[in-house]
């Protein structure tokens, strides 16, 4: 049995219905995880990475949950492919229905071969940073040694993301 831990993830989406992937993906993540502790807004922003013509749809969920990192993972994954994300081999961004990105899993520092927590660009994306800073502003990286709101305020991602309204 493992101990309870907040897991923070980020839901993304830039393939219409962006807003019913969003929506569906967390009904989906309720199933496994019950309900929410916190829920951002909805931020939409420009593709980051890519050019894509559809903006993302970007929202930060926090669970409690008593899971392994692992198991969260495959959670993720298995909310993604049923959603109809189909993941690419290689690398470089394309557009997607559903992302769903491990931020944070409490304190906790993980690295294998197919995760890394904390997620090793959310210090570089402001369009992930409003959104967490909007939860838990305060909770502090555990490698970078500083809060959300500080790591917003340090980043040079500079592409524009706005409270959806959609």
């Given at each position: 049995m493992v101990e309870?831990?907040?897991?923070?993830?980020l839901l993304g989406s830039n393939i219409e219905p962006r807003k019913a992937f969003i929506a569906d993906a967390l009904a989906l993540l309720r199933e496994e995880f019950g309900r929410e502790e916190r829920l951002s807004g909805i931020y939409e922003?420009?593709?980051w990475g890519f050019d894509a013509q559809v903006p993302f749809l970007n929202r930060v969920v926090v669970f409690?949950?008593?899971?392994?990192?692992?198991?969260?993972l495959k959670?993720?994954?298995?909310?993604?492919?049923?959603?109809?994300?189909k993941r690419k081999d290689g690398s470089g961004f394309v557009s997607r229905t559903i992302d769903v990105d491990v931020l944070y899993f409490g304190n906790k520092i993980v690295e294998t071969k197919n995760l890394t927590i904390p997620h090793p660009a959310l210090h570089l994306r402001r369009f992930t940073l409003l959104p967490?800073?909007?939860?838990?502003?305060?909770?502090v990286h555990p490698v970078l040694k500083k809060d959300n709101k500080a790591l917003l305020n340090e980043c040079a991602d500079n592409l524009n993301v706005v409270l959806f309204e959609g």
């Open positions: 309870n831990e907040k897991t923070v993830l922003s420009e593709p409690e949950t008593g899971k392994t990192p692992q198991e969260v959670i993720c994954l298995d909310v993604e492919q049923k959603l109809g994300r967490l800073v909007e939860v838990i502003p305060g909770f």
